[in-house]
């Protein structure tokens, strides 16, 4: 999607901020033995009440209205009796639409104290993600995100899941341009324009390069080779003073 207008912009940030609102409120529920399927719960009611709808349900008939995946589960785990305990990392990602608009989020948290090396993953996950959106701005390189996200990781020692890629956004969960690489690519000449939104998504790992499918489901992804893994999305417009971040709880 490309922003054109005020009201377009006003509209984004109302789902941007209730898919936001809607992911810390989950990360507020956690504590020992609640389940994937209990945070769910509240993660669709929020929605529900607001009359957003869930896209990865609407969108891909998805068996949950929000994607939690734990621990060894990467991405698009589904809602379920798993019960979290002391130490998990727990990944929430919610995406829903409002009156035509999309907006999609995501998260790691750890469940109370986790071990010193994720707690370090999780903050440095943050700073990625934070780097590629200030790499976001009208006539700058689509591969700049990934280029800056992979120096980032390279220097911190740190390995990015690559076939899991940022996207566009905006009146489709997912949309022109359709993979945007949060790792270091070549030959990529695309490049931004004022008014494009998309999500910037890197997925870090203390040795994890790429996201596979396992034996319990078609949905639920792993790390291989299996290692640690965070994720931080937020949903951005490129303009020409930067990045404007809509999903931002308030």
Known sequence: MTITHQDELEALRRIGRLV??????????????????????????LLEREGAVSAPQATYDFPGATCISVNEEIAHGIPGERGLVPGD??????????????????????MGRVQPSLDRLCRDGRRATQIGIAQVGHGKPLAGIGNAIGAFAARRGYTLIRNLASHGVGRALHEAPEEVPT??????????????????????????????????????????????????????VATRRGAITVTLPG
Not at 92 to 108: E, H, K, Q, R
């Open 20 to 45: 936001a609102n809607t992911m810390h409120s989950m990360a507020a529920a956690m504590e020992p033995g609640v389940t994937t399927r209990e945070l769910d719960g509240i993660g669709r009611e």
């Open 89 to 110: 990392l727990v990944n929430i990602d919610v995406s829903a639409s409002l009156d035509g608009y999309f907006a999609d989020t995501g998260a790691t948290f750890g």
């Open 183 to 236: 790792w270091p690519t070549k030959g990529d000449k695309r490049r931004m324009h004022d008014g494009l939104v998309l999500t910037i998504e890197p997925f870090l790992s203390r040795g994890g390069t790429w996201a596979m499918s396992g034996t319990d489901d078609d949905w639920t992804l792993y790390s291989r080779p299996a290692a640690p893994v965070v994720q931080y999305e937020h949903t951005v």
